[in-house]
């Protein structure tokens, strides 16, 4: 079946830092790839996709690039605020039609001043 | 406001209990689901509704009953729950079921106490 592993967290940096979170997958076919952010007390918002091999997902300095030789897809951020503490969650949504998306666990993100 | 609205957004419940969560949306989709967040573990898709009809059932325990009256509202229904069963309970919207995850909406959750 389909998984998704993360790093498991919390990872703590301070401001200015730079961001990696691992995120590898296992899947049959061509799946697309998302990270979802989720901000305390809130719901899941989509934050990058990509939906092919070597496609680079981007947003609010955030990027990820899918990597199919690897299997991986992981976030990176040059620079982090504290504003981007929270979970962040990387996500697949396997090809041929089964619309149901599998989950990785959270990589929790705590940035200090 | 993301445009999907869950009610409470908290909830403290005996197991004897008997309460329901409510999702609702404005957006025009036609799919809507429910998740299981619970803490150190992958989101869990419980229930599928695309047009008002179920089409997943996750192996749910039945102490959990969904409801879909329209497409725009989401019920879940709770009745003798566990311990286990605390966690945060999301629901997400979609223009219909076939919809890539990147077209969900989520909603903010409401997170579930059983004592």
């Known amino acids: 079946g389909n998984s998704v592993t993360q790093m498991e967290g919390p990872v703590t940096l301070s401001e200015e830092a730079f961001l990696t979170i691992n995120c590898t997958y296992t899947?049959?076919?061509?799946?697309?790839l998302f990270w979802y952010v989720q901000y305390p007390g809130e719901g899941l918002q989509l934050l990058l996709k990509?939906?092919?091999?070597?496609d680079k997902g981007s947003n609010k300095g955030f990027e990820a690039t899918y990597r199919k030789e690897t299997t991986s897809f992981h976030l990176e951020k040059g620079s982090v605020q504290v504003s981007d503490s929270a979970v962040y969650f990387c996500?697949?949504?396997?090809?041929?039609?089964?619309?149901?998306?599998?989950f990785g666990r959270g990589t929790s993100l705590i940035v200090h001043p | 406001e993301t445009g999907v609205t869950q009610t409470p957004r908290h909830l403290v419940m005996g197991m004897t209990n008997k309460k329901s969560l409510k999702c609702e949306q404005h957006?025009?989709?036609?799919?809507m689901y429910w998740y299981k967040q619970s803490a150190k573990k992958p989101l869990e898709l419980m229930f599928v509704?695309?047009?008002?009809?179920?089409?997943e059932n996750n192996s749910v325990p039945s102490r959990f009953s969904p409801e879909c009256p329209n497409s725009s509202h989401l019920f879940l229904h709770l009745h003798t729950l566990q311990p286990e069963d605390s966690a945060l309970y999301l629901c997400?919207?979609?223009?219909?079921?076939?919809?890539?995850?990147?077209?969900?909406?989520f909603g903010s959750g409401t997170r579930l106490t059983v004592v």
């Open positions: 997400a919207s979609s223009q219909d079921h076939s919809v890539a995850l990147y077209g969900y909406t």
């Open positions: 899947a049959t076919g061509y799946p697309s």
């Open positions: 990509a939906t092919k091999a070597d």
């Open positions: 996500a697949l949504e396997a090809s041929g039609g089964s619309y149901i998306p599998t």
């Open positions: 957006l025009g989709h036609n799919a």
């Open positions: 509704y695309n047009f008002k009809e179920q089409t």
